[in-house]
């Protein structure tokens, strides 16, 4: 009788100290991965002209010529590094596909540059573009940057498991694009159901 009651206890105690908790349990087919994130510098493209004659560079080096490029390098970054996060995590990859809903933009480097009328200006840290500036108007001589950040939904299908897996998944994810490609995060990473 004793022996039952402290093997009760001891799986009570057991259950209870999951990894995460019960919601780690959850079976999630097909997570949304939602973020914001600062894109790397190769996921947007630059003007095919400068806004400004005998500008010496318009563009940031790594930077993308065209939006189809930004946009192919984009997904191929995402999917490589969901698909690693994948694989790291033990779980089969057969059949999956990764997509996601980003979009580049065109963004100009005012370095060599003292008047601003293009569009969009940035600033870039660690390989990222963390900063942007619309264009001046005559007369203003000073850009004024504002944090950039985009939303940014990656959509695993054809894969199923745990909430704890999943978690593994976005941790590993994140490191490998923030690692490989530059990319920066701000707040958290959620995981839903489609």
């Given at each position: 009788m004793i022996v039952l009651l402290l093997l009760t206890v001891f799986t009570s105690a057991v259950n209870g100290c999951g990894a995460g908790?019960?919601?780690?349990?959850?079976?999630?087919?097909?997570?949304?991965?939602?973020?914001?994130?600062?894109?790397?510098i190769g996921w947007t493209y630059f003007p095919t002209t400068p806004s400004v004659a005998n500008t010496a560079i318009w563009y940031f080096v790594g930077q993308s010529n065209d939006t189809l490029t930004a946009k192919d390098r984009a997904d191929s970054e995402i999917t490589a590094a969901m698909l690693e996060?994948?694989?790291?995590?033990?779980?089969?990859?057969?059949?999956?596909?990764?997509?996601?809903?980003?979009?580049?933009?065109?963004?100009?480097?005012?370095?060599?540059?003292?008047?601003?009328?293009?569009?969009?200006?940035?600033?870039?840290?660690?390989?990222?573009?963390?900063q942007t500036s619309p264009g001046t108007t005559a007369g203003t001589t000073v850009l004024t940057y504002q944090p950039y950040t985009r939303q940014l939904r990656v959509t695993v299908n054809n894969a199923a498991t745990t909430r704890f897996y999943w978690n593994i998944v976005k941790n590993t994810f994140l490191q490998k694009m923030s690692m490989n490609f530059h990319a920066r995060f701000a707040g958290e990473v959620t995981i839903s159901k489609v």
């Open positions: 908790g019960s919601g780690d349990n959850e079976y999630i087919q097909n997570p949304v991965f939602a973020m914001t994130i600062s894109p790397p996060a994948i694989v790291a995590a033990n779980l089969p990859v057969t059949g999956v596909t990764v997509s996601n809903d980003y979009q580049p933009i065109v963004v100009e480097n005012p370095i060599g540059s003292t008047t601003w009328t293009g569009s969009l200006y940035g600033k870039v840290e660690g390989g990222a573009l963390t």
